[in-house]
């Protein structure tokens, strides 16, 4: 048997040059095991509404023959390599000590397997990384410096991910901790963007098979070492290859203490519908709500969504409030559909 410094170093030999010279996302091969997905389903991805380019991108792939994990991964890596998405790997939003730290986590619904990390730094694609960590280890989730030197001894290049655009946003955000800092000279109206985002990506292909996979910067301004509901393996995505996928978007310590993405698989399992799994998802979250974030109506504070793909094709997504969106594509094309609502509008 070799080591399994061996195995890894050995592996990142063998994988090194393809990681880095392959496109993002290329096919790696996967032991399937037969009969896992069987059963004949209409192809479709789905993912959060900042998905858009990377579902068509995943459905064309998918239906030409690829793996519905290496697809999705394809997709969600083009928003993790977009400067401008302050959400997601290269310039997401930094923590409170502005570092960028990465969650993501996957799972590969015919041969049973899932990869995460987490608090990842310097690596824009955590996505490819988590995936990294499902082929060539024995674990299931990595943090940390661990994630990042694993990364880097599977090829992956170290880089800068804290772009100029979201530094200043971090520095607005710093300098009005206190307002009688006066830290920085700035005018206190100037807006600052989301501190939430995410992408979250769930595909079947014709054959049945299944796969999610869910990456974020995470809560803009965590605490150095946050980790979010993204690499937690059922809770930011879930994924059972005889049912479906889940995943999730907007407030992780909400989704975490419900195990969302599980629980709405698990309700696909029961027989509901996935807009129903979603919502019935996201009654438990509130049912776990604590006061502090419970508005005069009784209604939580925050947001979340809940993605869900059913084995034979079937989808759906759920908010808590109004107003969310997320992408589909399938035989009709990309485009964004309504996620149906817990509540009406406020
Ligand atoms: N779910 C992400 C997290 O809590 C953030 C988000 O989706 O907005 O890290």
Same mark, same amino acid.
């Not at 010279?21 to 993002?24: C, D, K, L, Q």
């Given at each position: 048997m070799p080591s399994r410094r061996e195995f890894l170093t050995s592996a990142a030999a063998a994988s090194a040059a393809s990681i880095v *010279? =392959? $496109? #993002?996302g290329a096919a790696t091969p996967h032991a399937v095991e037969v009969g896992a997905g069987a059963g004949a389903a209409r192809p479709v991805v789905i993912a959060s509404s900042n998905g858009l380019r990377g579902v068509k991108l995943a459905y064309d792939r998918i239906v030409a023959g690829a793996d519905t994990l290496d697809a999705i991964i394809a997709g969600v890596n083009i928003t993790e390599l977009d400067p401008e998405d302050q959400s997601v790997g290269l310039g997401g939003l930094p923590n409170a000590d502005g570092v960028v730290q990465l969650d993501a986590s996957c799972m590969h619904g015919p041969t049973r397997r899932a990869g995460a990390v987490g608090c990842l730094e310097d690596i824009a694609t955590p996505s490819l990384v988590a995936k990294a960590v499902m082929d060539y280890t024995d674990h299931i989730m990595l943090v940390g410096e661990g994630a990042r030197r694993f990364a880097i001894e599977m090829g992956f290049r170290p880089q800068n991910l804290l772009t100029e655009r979201s530094r200043q946003d971090w520095l607005r955000w710093r300098a009005r901790?206190? $307002?009688?800092? *006066? =830290?920085?000279?700035?005018?206190?109206? #100037?807006a600052i963007r989301s501190t939430t985002g995410t992408i979250n990506m769930n595909a079947v292909s014709a054959g049945g098979d299944i796969s999610s996979v869910t990456t974020t910067s995470g809560m803009?301004?965590? #605490? $150095?070492g946050r980790v979010g509901d993204s690499p937690i393996v059922g809770a930011g995505q879930y994924c059972d290859n005889l049912v479906g996928a889940a995943g999730s978007t907007g407030r992780g310590e909400a989704n975490i203490k419900a195990c969302g993405a599980f629980l709405a698989v698990e309700f696909l399992r029961q027989g509901l519908a996935p807009a129903q799994a979603a919502l019935k998802t996201l009654e438990r979250i509130v049912a776990m709500t604590e006061a502090r974030l419970i508005d005069p109506q009784g209604r939580p504070r925050f947001d979340i969504q809940f993605y869900v793909v059913a084995k034979d094709g079937r989808y759906g997504g759920a908010t808590l409030h109004p107003g969310a969106e997320f992408a589909v594509c399938d035989d009709r094309g990309a485009r964004l559909e309504k996620c149906v609502a817990l509540y009406p509008a406020r």
């Open positions: *010279a =392959r $496109p #993002v901790l206190n $307002p009688t800092d *006066a =830290r920085l000279d700035y005018d206190g109206d #100037v803009a301004w965590k #605490v $150095p």
